[in-house]
């Protein structure tokens, strides 16, 4: 297979949703690999500090701060919790320190200079001859290495110390004696982005590569001078500059300065090689270096010393590939991804055939016979063991060898001994499956990119989903059908209840789905909201109500209205058998018809009959019946801060006193119900939802809601409707008016013996206008036949002294009235200024 069908589109998947690994998890009923199967990530996070290292510090609760051994009993990053010497397994005196701030030495530092070490009183206490106790810590060879309290480097890990900008040796991938340095360019984790020097202004390939700093071909400046090796540029870029010019390069690489804190560290991380006994002309099995997604012949080419050799893989082909081609590697006795032969057969894998190789099958007593080679003998291999944490299904993340830039979410498909066979996800083209042993310095915990501020590719889009917005699901998550949603279906003729605005629901596909529960039944929930007179009244209905959790799965959902933004907490179901409750219980959340959507699609009647029936039965006998309410949905507007959040009391929905004609006539070609709110969008103005206000309370709406009520009912005729089922119906307990309270014959019922046409008395006051506060004017505009205008006023923050300077003139333009509103609007501020002189201003 060429390396171009393996290559990867490292942008395939990073246009869509942000993946979430424990969501992933969750769906796919898959376990990541346990962290601690990567020892190289958990050695990186060391600072070297570890527990049982001596050091001395100062003891602050002296008077002349004296210092004292102390032990380290634990780290956590740059912080370290010490016990004084003598304390023994006493924790009562335990301490935490920052060591980036904390005044820390090794042994023997305060006699160096001339300190006074005196130990703390509860030493003194438990010890009375403290001196000898002094004199044997400090005779101990456990002292914390002086480099890591040096600064600036103490506390830093490894990582830490390979930041951008400084420099590496490099030893060549095919000849141990040559090495080349190297500048970090990024370090991402441990993992280093690499450009060879000399190299600027070239291309990115081969001058730039990626390595984990514990690869065993990365050294510290000078390494190659202390060892021996000559210093020449990888062989594929000796064309690229003349000798003179490669010598200038060569000449600064040797002047570069030495970090004595990162030698160290190189030091201590790198395994010690141990001596080999191949031998040129050994045949093994290895997987292949340039495509490393199977096993092939190979054969041992060189021996350079008792600890390397190279291995280059057959070709029968007879065509010479260079050693720069990456058909040939260097090994040692301990390096992965050599076997013996038969290897494969023995543990019932394939072997691939050496280019050119001829017959049906390989055999390698027939191909040892005809290279006239030997088999190198097993004792030339290390003890196979197989003590770790891998297992198959397993979730990591996963370098893709071909394109090092690209570390995707992979799935372990087959374990062999130490070795793992890993699927890539994300990938344009399949790609067969990467065999990597699991000690490998490529391979990830789960969620290491996100650590690490590293785009991490996860699986792609598919095709399954028929809708075109930016639903996404993971092809694995689809093959599981405990969480396949089906198609959820938009039923159109259905009642779309006061919330929905019926021409909005009919411009929505005919279907969205089938896909993932969660993100199918997201998108259902999106594009309902969008399609509300209001949307932020029906996300805060649809937001989680802790009192009846479905125990499904928390979303964030949005909704913007008037240029605010609103989000709050909607519960999803996960499962597909859930999916048809969930759509039932939201519809009758929404008070419209249980069928508006849902998998079922209604074909010509529904069900629920719910073309002849008005709201009412919806609001009644579908509507929620619950003592608390929330308020606003949490987080509130994003362009209010500190907002006072309320709790907000369900209140009964009213009909609206003015209806505009040509608005309603529009309506006339639905299904709508008569009597229903919906088809003018009048109501999204009309009634707009109190508690998502920014200024108003639930309280005040709640309490103004039935003093409105009555002057409705007067103005809007009742429309006939079916019978409802013979339940009684409870009646609601009119609240009694807050003050201050306004006494006019005009907004009473008409008694028998009174006409509607009679002139109204004047009006009586009970407290001045000049002391009314906001609220006292939205309650006494509820009062009158202007009631829909109150939000206006509330929206404007009119008080009492604001509503007397209004006049007609005022009213249009600020109010944005026409003249017939605005004159009947004044009327009634003309009547609050006359009630004010009369009885106020005298």
Not at 200 to 207: C, F, H, I, S, V
Not at 449 to 468: A, D, M, R
Not at 670 to 690: I, M
Request: glycine share 6%; proline share 8%; with cysteine.
């Amino acid at each position: 297979m060429s390396q171009e069908t393996l290559e990867s589109d490292g942008d395939s998947a990073q246009d869509v949703p942000d993946f979430n690994w424990d969501d992933y998890l969750e769906e796919t009923g898959a376990v990541s690999v346990p962290h601690h199967s990567f020892k190289h990530v958990d050695q990186g996070l060391q600072t070297g500090l570890t527990p049982g290292m001596k050091l001395e510090v100062c003891v602050r609760s002296e008077a002349d701060n004296p210092y004292w051994v102390a032990n380290i009993i634990t780290t956590c990053g740059q912080l370290l919790l010490l016990r004084y010497e003598g304390y023994q397994d006493d924790r009562r005196a335990d301490f935490w320190c920052d060591i980036m701030t904390a005044d820390l030495h090794t042994l023997g530092w305060s006699r160096q200079h001339g300190k006074s070490m005196r130990p703390p009183e509860g030493v003194r206490e438990k010890h009375q001859d403290w001196e000898a106790l002094l004199e044997k810590a400090l005779a101990e060879e456990c002292s914390v290495p002086a480099n890591l309290l040096e600064l600036p480097q103490r506390g830093r890990d490894p990582v830490e110390l390979l930041c951008a900008g400084c420099y590496v040796e490099l030893q060549d991938s095919v000849d141990p004696g040559l090495a080349w340095a190297a500048e970090v360019e990024e370090n991402v984790g441990g993992r280093l982005k690499l450009r060879l020097v000399g190299t600027e202004g070239l291309p990115d390939t081969p001058a730039t590569l990626w390595l984990f700093y514990l690869h065993p071909r990365l050294h510290p400046p000078g390494w190659a001078k202390e060892h021996g090796c000559t210093l020449r540029p990888p062989s594929d870029l000796l064309a690229l500059r003349t000798e003179e010019e490669w010598e200038e390069v060569r000449q600064r690489i040797s002047e570069l300065p030495q970090d004595e804190a990162l030698t160290a560290e190189f030091t201590k991380d790198q395994p010690a090689i141990s001596a080999h006994c191949f031998k040129e002309g050994m045949k093994l099995e290895a997987v292949d270096p340039a495509a490393p997604i199977s096993i092939r012949p190979a054969t041992v080419t060189k021996v350079f010393s008792e600890q390397y050799f190279l291995v280059t893989m057959d070709d029968l082909c007879g065509i010479e590939e260079s050693e720069g081609a990456g058909r040939s590697f260097l090994c040692h006795r301990d390096s992965p991804g050599i076997f013996p032969a038969q290897w494969s057969l023995k543990n019932g894998l394939p072997l691939s055939p050496p280019p050119g190789y001829q017959g049906p099958d390989f055999d390698w007593a027939d191909y040892l016979k005809q290279c006239e080679a030997e088999a190198a003998p097993q004792h030339c291999f290390p003890t196979e063991q197989c003590d770790h944490s891998f297992k198959e299904a397993m979730k990591l993340e996963a370098v893709n060898p071909l394109s090092p830039e690209h570390i995707h979410v992979a799935t372990v498909t087959r374990v062999k001994g130490q070795y793992i066979w890993l699927s890539l996800e994300g990938l344009k083209q399949p790609m067969p499956e990467l065999i990597v042993h699991v000690d490998s310095i490529d391979i990830f915990p789960v969620s290491w990119c996100e650590t690490n501020g590293y785009p991490l590719v996860y699986p792609i889009k598919p095709s399954g989903i028929q809708h075109e917005s930016s639903l996404w699901t993971p092809m694995a998550w689809q093959g599981n059908g405990k969480y396949c949603c089906p198609k959820i279906y938009f039923n159109h003729r259905c009642f779309s209840g006061p919330y929905l605005n019926k021409g909005r629901i009919a411009e929505l596909p005919q279907f969205i789905g089938p896909g993932n529960c969660v993100l199918v039944l997201k998108e259902v929930l999106t594009l309902l909201i969008n399609s509300a007179y209001k949307p932020s009244r029906v996300l805060r209905e649809l937001q989680l109500d802790q009192e009846s959790r479905w125990q499904g799965h928390g979303e964030t959902l949005k909704a913007k209205y008037k240029g605010k933004s609103y989000r709050a907490t909607v519960e999803i179901v996960r499962t597909a058998d859930r999916v048809a409750d969930f759509c039932r219980k939201t519809c009758i959340k929404l008070e419209c018809c249980p069928n508006l959507f849902g998998p079922r699609m209604v074909l010509e009647r529904c069900s629920e009959n719910c073309s002849v029936l008005t709201k009412t039965k919806y609001t009644y006998y579908y509507g929620k019946k619950k003592s608390k309410r929330v308020g606003r949905p949490p987080g509130g507007h994003s362009n209010l801060e500190g907002g006072v959040k309320r709790r907000g009391r369900r209140r009964k929905r009213r009909k609206q006193l003015f209806v505009h004609k040509k608005r309603r006539s529009s309506a006339s070609v639905d299904n709508t119900p008569a009597g229903s709110p919906q088809g003018s969008g009048e109501e999204e103005d009309l009634d707009e939802d109190d508690s998502l206000s920014e200024d108003s309370g639930s309280e005040l709406q709640d309490d103004l809601q039935d003093d409105s009520e009555q002057s409705v009912s007067k103005s809007q005729p009742t429309t006939p409707s079916p019978s409802p089922p013979a339940t009684p119906r409870p009646t609601r307990r009119r609240r009694k008016p807050r003050s201050p309270s306004f006494s006019d014959d005009e907004n009473r019922p008409p008694s028998p013996k009174t006409s509607k046409a009679e002139p109204p008395q004047k009006l009586c006051l009970d407290t001045s206008p000049l002391e009314w506060s906001v609220t006292d004017v939205v309650r006494f505009i509820r009062t009158t036949d202007c009631a829909p205008l109150a939000r206006i006023f509330l929206d404007q923050e009119i008080d009492g002294q604001a509503l007397l300077l209004l006049n007609l003139p005022t009213v249009q333009e600020c109010m944005d009235l026409k003249l017939g509103p605005a004159i009947k609007l004044c009327h009634h501020i003309e009547r609050v200024k006359l009630a004010f002189y009369q009885q106020f201003a005298t």
